[in-house]
């Protein structure tokens, strides 16, 4: 019986124990507001504060991801839902797009080991995240190269929603980096997109299947 209740607890609030240092912050100062507000007597106020600094924990979570993939493996980068595979403005390369919504986990993982190339940020529009043209949105493109080698990338590419307009970049170029690695964080709805060689990778992925980052495999190489 003990147990059954703990691994209900678990299920249900495990996830507070990975709430990142900018979710506690969030967190602390709505609490702080809805304290005030109920010290006033202003009950709704008060509870609608305590349930945005709930919100605001829960969306900053990062759990931990402990997948082992193998050599040929490419991780998928982000939680959410699989918009589109296909490709795009490049010939030679196919471009994977998900959708995070504001329930999905939002921080960013490295697709394969290697090295971080350029990252190249560009203002946009603020779109929400899963029109098909949020494309041009605010975005950051971080290239990822597996072990080094130019001809065989997997570039990961955060962009911005319509709610929340501020991209996190956790990594530097040059900067080795490990499969499952942190990259950064969008916050509160957005997009990613991975940039893949046409000819040297078979995506594994569906439009429409629900991802996870650091555990779901996008893709293999050839």
């Excluded at 912050?25 to 600094?53: H, Q, S, W």
């Excluded at 029109?131 to 911005?160: M, Y």
């Excluded at 980096?177 to 997009?191: N, T």
Aim: hydrophobic share 45%.
């Amino acid at each position: 019986m003990l147990e059954d209740i703990n691994r209900t607890l678990s299920k249900c609030f495990g996830w507070v124990s990975t709430v990142l240092p900018l979710g506690l912050k969030f967190f602390a100062i709505a609490v702080a507001a809805a304290a005030v507000f109920l010290f006033f007597d202003f009950r709704v106020l008060g509870l609608l504060f305590l349930l945005i600094g709930c919100f605001c924990a829960f969306f900053f979570r990062d759990p931990k991801r402990e997948t082992v993939f193998t050599d040929d493996e490419i991780a998928c980068p982000a939680d959410g839902t699989v918009l589109s595979i296909k490709t795009e403005d490049d010939p030679n390369s196919v471009v994977v797009r998900i959708f995070l919504s504001i329930f999905d986990v939002h921080v960013q993982r490295a697709t394969v080991n290697g090295k971080i190339g350029d990252i190249f940020y560009n203002k946009g529009t603020f779109l929400f995240a899963n029109n098909p043209e949020a494309d041009k949105n605010e975005r950051n493109l971080i290239q990822i190269f597996k072990n080094g080698d130019t001809s065989r990338f997997a570039h990961v590419e955060q962009i911005t929603g319509a709610i929340a307009r501020r991209i996190e970049c956790w990594v530097s170029p040059k900067q080795d980096i490990k499969i499952g690695g942190h990259l950064g964080l969008v916050r509160f709805g957005s997009q990613v997109a991975v940039y893949l060689p046409k000819d040297k990778v078979r995506v594994l992925v569906k439009e429409g299947q629900k991802v996870q980052g650091g555990i779901t495999v996008l893709g293999l190489w050839k």
